[in-house]
């Protein structure tokens, strides 16, 4: 993790969103967290669900290299992150982060708290996921707005639940900057709001 700028990362996530229409109209903060909360919702229904994504990258690799050369390649892609990544734990995952950088760069949130010692950081984290369950992680993740709202700067908010999905994934042992580069590449391939209503 030393090696990533999450200004950097958060910059590119709010240019995509911007370019597939998410900031078309004004949305308020708890818009964009709701999405956030859903996004970590389908994390638990995939967890229910056993997509558990243990081997998702080695069978991506694999399914990647398996197209012939001639097949073009977003579509070599789209179709092997289909078929071997999307709806999986840790591409749900990828996308509350996601969902997060983007709402980053909506509000000019500077990603520096957490670029500071992020790696011990996420370790702490991790380690405070050992003495619970999946779903009081993804709770507690869930309900940090709430129990920050009025006592924090919203800054803090936004910074703390993207360490915590870290913390949770290095837990799951989840490459999770991974799986968040694929979901961007992906991204970008998609339609207008990809294909919802937003």
Request: charged fraction near 30%; glycine fraction near 6%.
């Amino acid at each position: 993790m030393k090696n990533i700028n999450l200004n950097e990362l958060r910059d590119r996530t709010y240019k995509t969103a911007c370019e597939h229409g998410f900031h078309d109209k004004d949305l308020s903060n708890e818009h964009c967290l709701c999405l956030v909360i859903s996004e970590l919702m389908e994390a638990v229904e995939a967890d229910r669900k056993g997509r558990l994504g243990k081997n998702c990258k080695r069978r991506f690799e694999m399914g990647y290299n398996r197209y012939p050369a001639l097949v073009k390649e977003e579509m070599r892609f789209k179709c092997t992150f289909e078929k071997h990544i999307k709806d999986s734990l840790p591409d749900e995952l990828s996308d509350a982060v996601i969902r997060l950088l983007d709402l980053a760069g909506l509000r000019g949130i500077s990603l520096e708290l957490a670029n500071g010692d992020i790696d011990d950081c996420i370790e702490d984290l991790a380690e405070a996921c050992k003495d619970e369950t999946f779903t009081e992680s993804i709770y507690s993740i869930s309900t940090l707005p709430v129990r920050y709202d009025g006592i924090f700067d919203f800054s803090i908010t936004v910074n703390d639940m993207i360490l915590s999905i870290f913390g949770l994934a290095k837990h799951l042992d989840i490459d999770l900057l991974w799986h968040i580069e694929q979901k961007q590449k992906y991204n970008e391939l998609r339609p207008m709001l990809n294909g919802k209503r937003y």
